[in-house]
């Protein structure tokens, strides 16, 4: 008898734990996901210009690692948003970073990775949810040793 | 030879004043709060676009579905699949007009407010509005903002009897948006 009432109570406890996570689920983290596509800011940019419904179906709602110059970084609030693009054009990549996932905020002119959710185009790409990745942030001094 | 130059400063100002009259915020903010007796919902999108061109007044706001953040996952997920079905009508925009801009100058700093007219679109429905904004002028920016009530299904969005006690009839949407020079 004890048996069955310590069956029942833990079915209902694991019951209420799976609905209870169902409910404060917390976000998928990018943290861990592999990209479904390693791509540069510039063609990424050039994709969804070339034809937006394509570039969508291809790329909205997955997780996207991008690589590009950063032109601008805007602080708000508890949020960092980090466009990647060549000053010189209209368009970019907007990755919208959590503070907490931001260590060192990156400068603009560095070459950075970012992966993040891409939710489409309005002027820029967006990408949402992103996390800075670590790597060689190379800065602009290094690019122009390069060359 | 003094004659060139007062008419080079003209040309010069008249180009910068041209220039100064198209101003754009990429990192608008927009958010929506619904209070319903079951719970109590906020959802911010911390990527709107907005262009505002400052001698004739007109105002275009864009922004993706997706890029609202709830607290919750879950609501995260019934919001973009099943309210505002985000693979079919990703974007929200809005298109109108200041149309008390004859009376204000928003090239000198200062606070203003903006008497919005024009077409709001959510969930491929368009509907007229009409809103108050508050704008102050500053540093080289135009700081806007404008909190209004929307009614859910003014956009044909349908909310399900399950969920009905979690979420508003009419949610109160607030728009910020921090323009700069273009």
């Known amino acids: 008898m004890k048996r069955v009432v310590v069956v029942i109570a833990s079915l209902a406890t694991v019951m209420i734990a799976i609905a209870l996570w169902l409910y404060f689920k917390p976000h998928a983290s990018v943290d861990d996901e592999e990209p479904a596509f390693t791509i540069s800011a510039s063609k990424l940019v050039e994709e969804f ?30 949020l960092y948003i980090v466009v990647l693009g060549d000053p010189d054009e209209m368009a970019g990549v907007s990755c919208s970073v959590q503070k907490e996932n931001m260590d ?7 070459t950075v990775s970012i992966k993040g959710i891409c939710n489409g185009m309005l002027i820029d790409v ?15 001094q290094h690019n122009e040793h390069k060359r | 030879m003094r004659f060139l130059l007062v008419t080079l400063l003209c040309v010069h100002a008249a180009v910068l004043a041209r220039a100064q009259t198209k101003w754009i915020d990429r990192t608008g903010s927009a958010s929506f709060y619904s209070s319903a007796p079951m719970e109590d919902i906020k ?49 929200a ?67 399900p009897k399950l969920v009905r006690s979690n979420i508003a009839e009419v949610v109160e949407v607030t728009v910020a948006f921090n323009y700069k020079p273009m």
Do not use: W
Not at chain 1, 104 to 110: D, F, L
Not at chain 2, 101 to 130: A, C, F, M, W
């Open chain 1, 49 to 78: 210009h070339q034809d937006e419904a394509a570039a969508d179906a291809r790329y909205t709602g997955k997780v996207l690692q991008v690589r590009g110059r950063v032109r601008e970084v805007i602080h708000d609030r508890d």
């Open chain 2, 93 to 159: 925009s809005f298109k109108g007009k200041v149309i008390n801009i004859d009376k204000i100058d928003l090239s000198r700093e200062g606070n203003y407010t903006l008497d919005i007219e024009g077409e709001i679109t959510i969930h491929g429905v368009t509907q007229p509005i009409r809103l108050e904004a508050t704008a102050v002028v500053a540093n080289e920016t135009i700081e806007a903002k404008a909190v209004f009530p929307l009614r859910v299904s003014d956009f044909k969005i349908e909310i």
């Open chain 1, 126 to 140: 967006v990408l949402d949810k992103a996390i800075m990745l670590p790597g060689p942030a190379t800065n602009q």
């Open chain 2, 43 to 91: 959802a911010q999108n911390n990527q709107a676009v907005s262009i505002l061109d400052a001698s004739s007044g007109e105002i275009v706001a864009s922004m993706l579905m997706r890029s609202f953040d709830f607290r919750k996952a879950l609501m995260e997920e019934h919001f973009n699949e099943n309210f505002v079905e985000s693979h079919k009508y990703p974007k």
């Open chain 1, 104 to 110: 060192a905020e990156p400068q603009a002119g560095q």
